[in-house]
């Protein structure tokens, strides 16, 4: 019986090549989308899931914000020892510092200092060294595999010594390489005993938050119970009144990032809007399948029925026919699998994640595949099989051609489906395209072109010898730069009550800044060399703080601001002046957020040199720069980035999203027409007796092409009215997530419809111009 | 009306050509009423063809009201298929998904007849073959005989020069046959030319002349009687 129904079905596929071709690419590329997204969605979802007892992990929040003192792991260890006996901080260095062993000097940007209890919270196993002591004295520092290969090469790195910041540092570990899916990773672990030799009193702040604190739960311990135990730490050591502390799952981290966290985090609306569009891509596919085989079904209504008068039971037939539709999804699945192993390397490429197929857990992946494939055929192989099954026998023997037309509204209905949604697609990729377009051109408030950014180390020399190069413009030095979250400090107003003391982002600047950068002022006056007065008490402030503050005339207004106090322990006036101008806003920050108050001042606290290059090859004047940096600071490293590239690197997310929803839109469009050009065929060979007969009766070329194409267009006009609301609605709803945003131009909607009309049309026509320049005679020859 | 000189039609096929037709001489005055005859095969129905322009020959002469047919473009054939040449069928061939008002009007969509005209045309007409209680029906809903009139109908309402009829009479029992007979001879009378494919000397008797065709050629002789 098997042997019959399987020779039944290769002789069906076998015999309609185009209709076989058509589902087997379909569900292919359907499958080959959706395994892709698949393994994408798999590995951002994987984040930090490696560590053992990962669930068991959670990071420290005070409030929403991730940094906090380094006081709280050492006191809640002290306090609570049978709650927190394993808890570990991270401070991440954040500019590059050089590390140096003999002859080799590099400036690295993965160092984080950290507790020895990093190996017993976290899994990162030790290729070499002891894993209790490895941390365990002041003067030590652990490696990454990479990083011992790129310092040591063949050598034995343990017992060697590294300098950092000065200090000799003995290796006393080599970990493996922290995985890509890590919220945070580092290639350097350096004690945090070391850092108390810089920050002397700062380790006892309560008030110095830059702190990651994480801590791995005993069993049954519940979070809650930690959370209390640190606000009652905090009542007893600190003055301060701290935000009600949270424990986060580790796990949550990646996609649930805290305030001022620690690195790159990811979009879970993007894994849920991509997964959604690679099933919705399947699901097109499916229904290629679904209306291809109800459709062609009618030549197999004799079979059917004879089957039917031989004595077969309605669910042999329903099985016979699921059975081939799963052996067409295993054939799309091998399609797939082809597919896949293709362009996956692209993908992972493209995207920076190391996406692999898991062939290793070999009989996982192989009952994995074959189980989607089992469900993706009875999903889209059902409906088919029961309108088969469900012919009486003898109306399908009589093959009468008025019951070939039936489950016709059931076709075209999923065919304009199958259009709504590549009309809402193209709609959502256009508004994705022209978003990302939007903030890469917007203006800034700031000219980020030709702009070097690079180290202030001895930086009045170094400044005095760029600006006799021709090929500088100018030069200035900040503490930050745009593309940079900038830090909060206390401020306070003449307005203010006396106790109030809000927090304001603060950037210390050289003068010069405001020019290098190409800022406008709006008001009054930028920072100026020659005036003394602007380094000891003037501030500039945006329009944003400006507002904040009230202040319709801002300049000349009264501001203190606040610091850490010499020792480290509160806060105190740092620097007492007056508003000497204000700056027009400038997007500092992600487009996605509205311009926060800032205010500025000058300070020669700085670690970034600006500078901003004439018209001329910029790596030309970069190789002279750097010439010149290695005469005025021998032996530092140096480094630099071009301002736009950062920036553009900023939106690199959205971009991604974009191309990758583009190369999605394709495919299901691609998918669609497939479907469309199958439907068509089988549509125009129903057809081809009336077309005959119409060309006998004087139909012209014309006339027929109208005739079949008029009702593609009516499905096409459908599916634009389903589509067009739907997607300008959820766009808009995605645009809310920019401060600033485009508006969904009506371009857009004619693009999307002539575009599918266009695609729809042109499928179409291969057949029906084939069908209309037939020799009737061909077709009416019935006798 | 149709002068055919030597007319061939042939089919080529690995080196081997297989003649339907062959040397064909054919002269049909207007007004005629011609009965082809002959066993299958012999190429009957291909004459047929191209006496509609719905064929080409492959060689030879074909001269429709004086035009050479052979040289005409495509466009000329076209225009003339459409305003002089009707056409009814063995299998009826109506439109399954038309009403037999539709059916009817169809020829007339095609010829860029007016709305209201093209009302009153088919209304004449239903009229004419007695089938005004049949317009809204669909073809599946009716005998034989009454689609076969329904073809009739439809091949004559853009009242052609030449009507073509290709065994009109097959699918049918005699009772129906004589009924499109009459029909027949009555648009003869009316001055239609007509030319019809059929195996029935009943039917051929209709007609003023019979030409017996056998494996593509003209014979004088009664092909029947030697089987």
Known sequence: MLRNYLKIAFRHLAKNKSYTFINTLGLGVGLAACIIIGLWVNYELSYDDYHQNSDQIYRVLNGDVAAIPPTLAPALKSDYPDLAENVVRYWPVKSPSDI??????????????????????????????????????????????????????????????????????????????????????????????????????????????????????????????????????FDKYSEEDFPAPQLQPLNDIYFEPAEKDIASTGNFSYVIILATIAIVVLVVACINFMNLSTAYSTMRKKEVGMR?????????????????????????????????????????????????????????????????????????????????????????????DRTASSGGGLRKGLVVFQFAISIFLIVAALTVYSQINFMQEKDLGFNEEKVIITGAENYQNMKAELEKMPEVQQVSAAQGVPGQRFPFYPIQTNEMAPDSLPTMRTLRVNPGFIETLGMKMAMGRSFEEQIPTDATQAFVINQAAANYLGWDDPVGKEISWY????????????????????????????????????????????????????????????????????????????WYYFLDDELDRQYGAEQKLGQVFGGLTLLALFIACLGLLGLTTYSTQQRTKEIGIRKVMGAGVKQILVLLNTEVLKMIGIALIIAIPIAWYAMNQWLTEFAYRIEIGFGIFIFAGASALVIALLTVSWQSIKAAVANPIDSLRSE | MIQLRNIDKYIDKRFQRTFILKGIDLDIEEGEFVTIMGPSGAGKS?????????????????????????????????????????????????????????????PLLYRKVKSKQRKAMVADILDRFNIVAKKDLFPP???????????????????????????????????????????????????????????????????????????????????????
């Open chain 1, 100 to 233: 140096i062993y003999e002859d080799k000097q590099f400036a690295e940007r993965n160092i984080t200092f950290t507790d020895p209890e990093i190996f017993d919270v976290f899994t990162h196993p030790l290729v070499m060294g002891d894993k209790k002591t490895a941390l365990s004295s002041s003067h030590r520092i652990v490696i990454s595999e990479s990083m011992a290969e790129k310092y040591f090469g063949a050598e034995n790195p343990l017992g060697k010594t590294m300098n950092m910041w000065g200090q000799d540092l003995e290796v006393s570990g080599i970990f493996e390489d922290v995985p890509l899916n890590s919220h945070h990773r580092f290639d350097f672990l350096v004690p945090i005993d070391l850092l108390q030799t810089f920050m002397g009193n700062m380790m006892q702040n309560w008030t110095w938050s830059g702190f990651y604190t994480y801590i791995k739960l005993p069993e049954k311990v519940e979070p809650a119970q930690v959370e209390t135990a640190i606000a009652s730490i």
């Open chain 2, 46 to 106: 291909t004459l047929l063809n191209i006496l509609g322009f719905l064929d080409d020959a492959s060689e030879g002469e074909y001269k429709f009201l004086g035009e050479p047919v052979h040289n005409l473009s495509e466009k000329k054939k076209s225009d003339y298929h459409k305003s002089h040449i009707g056409f009814v069928f063995q299998a009826y061939h109506l439109i399954d998904e038309l009403t037999v008002y539709e059916n009817i009007e169809m």
């Open chain 1, 563 to 638: 610091n850490f106090s010499e020792d480290g322990s509160s806060f105190e006036v740092a620097k007492q002046g007056e508003v000497i101008g204000v700056v027009d806003d400038f997007n500092y920050a992600s487009l996605h957020n509205p311009v926060e108050p800032l205010i500025m001042h000058v300070s020669q606290d700085i670690n970034m040199a600006i500078v901003r290059l004439n018209a001329g090859s910029d790596q030309q004047t970069l190789a002279k720069i750097r010439e010149t940096w290695n005469s005025v600071t021998p032996g530092s490293y140096f």
């Open chain 1, 308 to 400: 039917k008068t031989l004595g077969a039971q309605r669910n042999q037939l329903i099985g016979q026919f699921l059975g081939e539709a799963i052996l067409l999804s295993l054939m799309g699945l091998s399609v797939a699998l082809i597919l896949v192993e293709v362009s996956l390397p692209f993908f992972s490429n493209f995207t920076g994640s190391p996406l692999t197929m898991p062939y290793e857990h070999s009989w996982v992946t192989i009952l994995g595949f074959a189980g989607f494939a089992l469900f993706v055929g009875t999903f889209s192989g059902s409906y088919p099989a029961f309108f088969l099954s469900r012919f009486k026998p003898m109306s399908a023997l009589k093959q009468s």
């Open chain 2, 141 to 227: 809903q009716l005998s034989g005989g009454q689609q076969q009139v329904v073809g009739v109908a439809r091949a004559i309402i853009g009242s052609p020069k030449l009507l073509l009829a290709d065994e009109p009479t097959g699918n049918l029992h005699s009772e129906q046959s004589e009924q499109i007979m009459e029909m027949f001879k009555k648009l003869n009378d009316e001055g239609v030319t007509i030319i019809q494919v059929t195996h029935s000397e009943k039917m051929a008797a209709y007609g003023n002349r019979i030409i017996n065709l056998k494996d593509g050629a003209v014979v004088k002789e009664n092909p029947y009687e030697e089987e």
